[in-house]
């Protein structure tokens, strides 16, 4: 089961570059999420989807912006690059909950450093 | 609004001594906790689940942890640790208003031979 597919896996930008984080889940998940993790500070939550057709900002939303493609597609963008948007990128996926306890099922991120 | 606190950023243990990973978290209403575990350069895998069931909960690889609603506490432990526990581990909280998670900062164990 491939799961949450996020591409690229490593990725160096320059200031000012912009670029689209992929994500993909096979697991017929109805919610999916972008979080960014940095040092000591965990993860925090950028744009989330409850479903198809929705998207949400979430803690740390500033600089990006995201895309519902279908179901299984959710993509993060980042219009002009800047350091401090240097960071490791995951992508998770849940089932539709509007209760909050089904967990989130994430990919192995992707390594961004802004130059 | 729900928070996490993690206590300690890293922890050491000895190889088959006792794990004990401490989390606290505030929420207005009963909350669910989860606990995922992080290896290098991997995303999150989910350890156990807390959604009001019952307050010991097990989970994979020994790993448990104890819901106390008087302390506001989820502590993670394992009797015996093993080298491949070295990881960072994460607790997380839903306040089951919507669909986010809030992480804690994360703790970093190291399992000594």
């Known amino acids: 089961n491939a799961g949450v597919t996020q591409t690229p896996k490593f990725q160096v930008l320059k200031t000012g570059q912009s670029m689209t984080l992929q994500c993909a889940q096979d697991?017929?998940?109805?919610?999916m999420y972008w979080y960014r993790q940095d040092p000591g500070m965990g993860l925090r939550l950028i744009y989330y989807?409850?479903?198809?057709?929705?998207?949400d900002k979430g803690e740390v939303p500033n600089g990006y912006n995201v895309s519902r493609l279908n179901k299984r597609e959710f993509s993060l963008r980042l219009e002009s690059a800047a350091p401090s948007q240097t960071s490791v990128y995951f992508c998770?996926?849940?089932?539709?909950?509007?209760?909050?306890?089904?967990?989130?099922?994430f990919g192995d991120g992707t390594r961004l450093s802004i130059l | 609004a729900q928070s996490v606190t993690q206590l300690g950023s890293h922890v050491s243990v000895s190889e088959g001594a006792l794990v004990l990973l401490r989390c606290n978290y505030s929420s207005s209403v009963p909350p669910y906790l989860f606990w995922y575990v992080q290896y290098p350069n991997q995303g999150l895998q989910l350890l156990l689940k807390?959604?009001?069931?019952?307050?010991l909960v097990k989970g994979i690889n020994g790993f448990e942890a104890e819901f106390k609603k008087s302390e506001t506490s989820f502590h993670l432990t394992k009797p015996s640790a093993h080298m491949s526990d070295a990881a960072e581990y994460f607790c997380a909280v839903s306040d089951g208003g919507d669909y986010k998670l809030s992480f804690g900062a994360g703790t970093t164990v190291t399992v000594r031979a």
């Open positions: 807390y959604t009001s069931a019952a307050t």
């Open positions: 998770a996926s849940s089932e539709a909950s509007r209760g909050g306890n089904q967990p989130q099922h």
């Open positions: 697991m017929n998940h109805n919610s």
């Open positions: 989807s409850a479903s198809e057709g929705t998207t």
